[in-house]
């Protein structure tokens, strides 16, 4: 009975001992791979706008810069008519056609330069006034033209006694007219330029044909 009593407190302290022995941490071991990336979460709200901020100080002027080169005067003033047809009044001695024009006046005349052209559409030549038609080698009648206040007029003259005044019927014979503002007419737009010549007139100063 004595031997009996002596082992159990021999078997707990073994347990103990066991117990304490199990409990005790050993080291941290190597870490281990890193996990996939998770998915992105939703974009969030855009916050409101923030308050404008203060204008800031004016800078300095620059400096002037140089003075430009004088340039021609331009060629946007310029009138004129599109081509129209001729429509002579009646007359023995002399017939005239008055076209309206607003701008022709004695102010703008006083340095305006003035060109009448007419075209004969069975040929397509076109001629400045004075133009005198000629039938053979005779002349017949003088096609010219003046101006008045706000009035362009166009006269045809019998030359020949023997014949009757030629009437430019207006299913051939055209007219136009060009005005030419003093200060356009005397710069370098029409230095050179034939002004009997409308096609080169048109080209320079950038009218329709």
Not at 13 to 24: F, P, Q, T, V
Request: proline letters at 7%; a positive charge; one cysteine or more.
């Amino acid at each position: 009975m004595k031997s009996f009593n002596i082992t159990i407190p021999l078997f707990a302290l073994a347990l103990l001992l066991g117990s304490n022995a199990c409990e005790k941490e050993g080291p941290v071991g190597p870490s281990g791979p890193q996990g996939e990336q998770g998915v992105a979460g939703p974009k969030g709200a855009t916050g409101s706008t923030g308050p404008k901020g203060a204008t800031g100080a004016k800078g300095a002027t620059g400096a002037k810069g140089p003075k430009g080169d004088k340039g021609d005067p331009g060629t946007a003033n310029v009138i004129y008519s599109d081509w129209a047809a001729i429509q002579l009044g009646t007359g023995t001695l002399s017939k005239v056609m008055n076209i309206g024009v607003s701008e022709l006046d004695a102010s703008m005349m006083a340095s305006a330069t003035l060109l009448v052209y007419v075209r004969s559409l069975s040929t397509g030549w076109v001629t400045p006034l004075p133009y005198t038609y000629v039938v053979g080698s005779q002349p017949k009648t003088l096609l010219s033209h003046r101006y008045y206040n706000h009035v362009l007029q166009l006269l045809a003259v019998k030359v020949d006694p023997n014949s009757t005044i030629y009437n430019f019927p207006g299913n051939v014979w055209q007219y136009r007219y060009v005005i030419i503002p003093g200060g356009i007419s005397a710069s370098a737009t029409l230095k050179n330029v034939d002004l009997k010549d409308f096609n080169a007139v048109a080209t320079a100063l950038g009218i329709h044909l």
